[in-house]
């Protein structure tokens, strides 16, 4: 398993399916998600948390968080990357940053992620082996040169600051 990681990562290309797109003749946001999730689901083999792991250990990564933010229209056929960028990790958890990229250069949605380490006879979360969390920390370091992305770690709102009991 290796632990020289590329900085950014990325996906193998996939294509948009007829059957992803909606009544508004583009990509239908669910399955933006979809991509996102197959882009992540190859580099997660390469830090060791893949199926073979899953089925192995009886571990596996859940979603805890995600952010999608849809920057240009995708169509049937069109062809996409995903690049991930990992911002973050602990002993149970790690923070990633996704660009969803046309092969023809144009950046289509972002995702930001918080992914969890689960221990499925539970479930609950749990720390990552130690050969995973020197995986992630040297996929971090290679991946701290790329610096921290614009959009990462923004919330959504309207403009209204809202206080701790949810009032203006």
């Given at each position: 398993?290796t632990t ?10 996939m ?14 946001m ?20 893949g199926?073979?792991?899953?089925a192995?250990?009886g571990?596996?990564?859940?979603t805890?968080?995600?952010q ?15 690049r991930?960028q990992?911002?973050?990790h602990?002993?149970?958890?790690f923070?990633?940053?996704q660009?969803l990229?046309?092969?023809?250069g ?12 689960v221990?499925r006879?539970?479930p ?13 920390a040297?996929?971090k370091a ?18 209204i ?8």
């Open positions: 398993m020289d990681f590329p900085a950014p990562a990325f996906s193998s290309e294509v948009i399916e007829p059957a992803w797109i909606d009544y508004n003749g583009h990509l239908n669910a399955y933006y998600s979809l991509l996102f999730d197959r882009g992540s689901e190859e580099i997660y083999g390469d830090l060791g948390l199926a073979e792991y899953a192995a250990t571990c596996t990564t859940f805890g968080a995600i999608i933010r849809y920057r240009r229209e995708l169509h049937e056929g069109d062809r996409v990357r995903a991930l990992l911002l973050d602990d002993s149970k958890r923070h990633f940053w660009e990229y046309h092969v023809d144009w950046l289509a949605a972002t995702a930001e992620t918080l992914g969890l380490h221990d006879s539970g609950k979360v749990a720390p990552f082996p130690p050969e995973v969390s020197a995986r992630l040297a996929m290679a991946h701290d040169r790329l610096g921290w992305p614009a959009g990462a770690g923004k919330a959504i709102g309207i403009g600051r809202r206080n701790s009991a949810g009032t203006g």
